[in-house]
């Protein structure tokens, strides 16, 4: 079974912390992608990623960075977080075709409060 | 980028089928269709996936109309553990900047 893996699944963090979420996928994926959802807004794209060391902003990427150093990890990181950060974030990964053919697996989420 | 749009919210009675619709009017070409569902404090799953005309499988079936600018998942007598937001999603190629809606939360009812 594929397996996406997101370092924790509940974090607290203080106002302006630097602040890391680990993904990790065991297929060879190609692709990885970050979400985050709140409630009535739905899943929205933070940033993405289609190989090592390439990443592409989604509709939301200010306050966000990412780094994709080896191909089976994707890291999403708030330079100085606040509080409108907070939220649960999503990661996924899939081998899709050019057309999005293919299936996206996603992890169990990280839910993230910032005081 | 190929947006979707989709009714917020749904009831069904348990044993019904349900047809839940989405919007695409500006999917491209070689675009794919792919539908999600999401529990509570999960992430989504993939349901079903389709090009055009009708694709089947154990869970869900998916209807296309020939011009590709709507899509319908239905799904067959529903029971309790159907209660989830649903998510269609079109391809965005060449990168895949696969991004979802708000989903259609769908409630099943005793």
């Known amino acids: 079974d594929v397996k996406v893996t997101q370092s924790s699944r509940y974090l607290v963090k203080r106002t302006g912390e630097k602040v890391f979420l680990e993904c990790v996928q065991d297929?060879?994926?190609?692709?990885m992608f970050w979400y985050r959802q709140d409630p009535g807004l739905g899943l929205r794209l933070i940033y993405f990623?289609?190989?090592?060391?390439?990443?592409e902003k989604g509709d939301i990427p200010e306050g966000y960075s990412v780094s994709r150093e080896k191909k089976e990890r994707f890291s999403l990181i708030l330079e100085s977080a606040s509080t409108n950060q907070t939220s649960m974030y999503l990661c996924a990964s899939s081998s899709l075709g050019l057309a999005g053919q293919g299936e996206l697996f996603f992890g169990e989420g990280s839910r993230l409060t910032v005081l | 980028l190929a947006k979707t749009t989709q009714p917020i919210s749904m009831d069904s009675y348990e044993g019904q089928e349900v047809n839940i619709t989405c919007s695409h009017n500006n999917i491209a070409t070689n675009d794919y269709i792919t539908w999600y569902q999401q529990f509570p404090s999960q992430g989504p799953r993939f349901i079903i996936q389709?090009?055009?005309t009708k694709v089947t499988n154990e869970v869900a079936s998916l209807f296309i109309p020939a011009d590709r600018k709507s899509s319908t998942l239905s799904l067959p007598r529903v029971s309790l553990s159907d209660t989830a937001v649903y998510y269609c999603?079109?391809?965005?190629?060449?990168?895949?900047?696969?991004?979802f809606g708000k989903g259609n939360q769908v409630v099943v009812i005793p």
């Open positions: 389709g090009y055009k």
């Open positions: 990623s289609y190989d090592v060391k390439m990443k």
């Open positions: 999603l079109v391809g965005d190629p060449p990168r895949n900047r696969l991004a």
């Open positions: 297929m060879d994926h190609e692709n």
